[in-house]
């Protein structure tokens, strides 16, 4: 950690960070009622940033567990005086299943999370059906949940992962386009010059409970609708 981040750290976290809490009073935590976006492993923060600088109608909650990458946001957060972002530096399983009331969340986040590409560490992959469920059921109906990932096979398995979710319909045929409204990341710019291709994907919170095969999304349901309200 440079020392700028140790001082963001030290400095910053007691202003822009998050005490846990089960549950977390979102409301009290920004001081409105606008909509929660949490993101699941925000890196160094550029993303996050550059999103909440775009979207200064939603609250963003950053997820990460290393302190560079806290230290980093934070800097971020007072340089830009970025009002709607809080960072909480917890473990994401955690959070999601403890700290999270269910329906509170306009959208999630998980943008390139560790693809554990050996076989014998696939156990360790986030994005696993038990996850995915406790992720869908903190969306509000309508929420959104968008992932992006440059590591192919890991791909192909969320995705088979977020289709088999009943509570969830796919916005896109597979695979989704990037949304204008992401920014591309360091990361992801090294992995397109190593050739890789990068997914995403994005889904949405059903509006009815339960699996409903009748079930079809209302026409305003589109991904880039980012901060809309869920009715």
Sequence with gaps: MSPAQQRACDELY?????????????RALFGNDAPVVLEIGFGMGETTASIAAAKPDVNFVGVEMHW??????????????????RVLRHDAVDVVTRMIAPASLAGVHVFFPDPWPKKRHHKRRLLQAPFVHALVQALAPGGYLHVATDWAPYADEILATLRAEPLLFNTAEAFAPRPEWRPQTKFEARGLARGH???????R????????????????QRPDEIGVRPS
């Design 197 to 203: 291709d990068v997914f995403d994907l994005l889904f």
């Design 14 to 26: 007691p202003r822009y960070g998050v005490t846990p809490a089960s549950p977390l009073d979102l």
């Design 68 to 85: 560079p990458g806290v230290g980093a946001l934070l800097r971020r957060i007072d340089a830009q005086r970025l009002r709607n972002v």
């Design 205 to 220: 919170r059903n509006r009815q409970s339960g699996s409903d095969s009748n079930f079809v999304p209302a026409a305003s």
